[in-house]
């Protein structure tokens, strides 16, 4: 059975389930962005596929965690003993063939965050590493590596009411209004130390990943295209417990923004520039904040309301 979903401003056909909004049949019949099948199981092995790296990852041991790679008109993105993409040049034609015995959930986990964000950046879209909320009509974005509180501080302004937009993937384009932001993935995915987000939440809003992680389905999200207020790289601190935020500088915006690619270890030089120049127009249209903010969940009382004030007045 083929799922039609509309995401990341894509029509994307997938025979697997991906957690992404829902999309028209009749976009998918008027020619998909993104179409994703499952083959059948074959070892994955850990070295590298022939062509030439785009991008790549390599374990502290020295065994390749992941190694994206072009040859002519095919692309081959593979984890060793999990899983192996094979598609065309721009990753718009995509079958997934899984390494034996491996659970299906984590292939809809990868699908759904780094083969999007590999289609997207092939593309010369901007994608940055957020997640982010609609706050009035607008989006704000919270930047980051992994580990930095993103998903977190999403997920607790979506519980205070704000819709969500994306979960660690999302797109920006720029136009000559605003900076767009486009929505994607419609659960946020949470550690083990902000399940707390989800205690309060319905019991079919809910759900564990295949990787160990908490997906929390909130109850409103962005059904469209909003333009990008801010973007905020968080903090977490034992030390304060209240908020404190400051403004950088488009030159400082810059190389902060530069140091949490979606994708690590990208190599590839055209499209390397085109995100480095989308990001110069970002950071020179939209404000970018570092806010230091209390260990959460739970947040000391205000914690949100005052981030909120300080970064979208």
């Not at 995401?7 to 999309?23: F, I, K, R, W």
Request: charged share 20%; with cysteine.
């Amino acid at each position: 059975m083929a799922h039609v979903y509309r995401a990341h401003g894509l029509t994307v056909v997938s025979e697997l389930p991906l957690p992404l909004p829902p999309g028209d049949p009749g976009g998918a019949e008027a020619g998909p962005d993104l179409v994703l099948r499952l083959g059948g199981e074959r070892p994955v092995p850990h070295e590298h596929p022939p062509g030439t790296r785009v991008a790549g990852l390599t374990r502290a041991d020295g065994r390749m965690f992941y190694s994206l790679v072009r040859e002519g008109d095919r692309t081959v993105l593979r984890y060793p003993e999990l899983c192996e993409f094979t598609g065309d040049r721009e990753f718009g034609a995509v079958t997934v063939e899984p390494h034996p015995g491996v659970d299906p959930g984590l292939l809809s986990v990868l699908a759904g965050g780094t083969l999007l964000a590999v289609h997207l950046t092939l593309r010369q879209h901007l994608v940055l590493h957020a997640s982010a909320v609609r706050v009035g009509g607008r989006a704000l974005a919270f930047v980051g590596a992994s580990g930095m509180g993103k998903s977190t501080l999403a997920a607790a302004l979506c519980g205070a009411g704000h819709g969500l937009v994306a979960d660690d993937v999302l797109r920006v384009d720029r136009t000559e209004a605003a900076m767009l932001v486009h929505p994607g993935s419609t659960e946020s995915r949470l550690r083990v130390n902000a399940r707390g987000l989800a205690d309060a939440a319905p019991a079919g809003a809910v759900r564990p990943t295949a990787d160990g992680r908490l997906a929390l389905r909130p109850g409103t999200r962005a059904d469209g295209p909003l333009p990008l207020a801010a973007c905020v790289v968080p903090r977490p601190s034992r030390e304060v417990d209240g908020v404190a935020v400051r403004r950088l500088p488009p030159s400082l915006a810059l190389l902060r923004m530069c140091q949490f690619p979606r994708v690590l270890g990208w190599c590839d030089p055209p499209s390397m520039d085109a995100a480095f120049q989308a990001l110069g127009d970002l950071v020179e249209r939209v404000p970018v904040f570092e806010a230091t903010v209390p260990w959460g969940p739970p947040f000391p009382p205000g914690v949100l309301d005052d981030l909120l004030a300080a970064v979208t007045p």
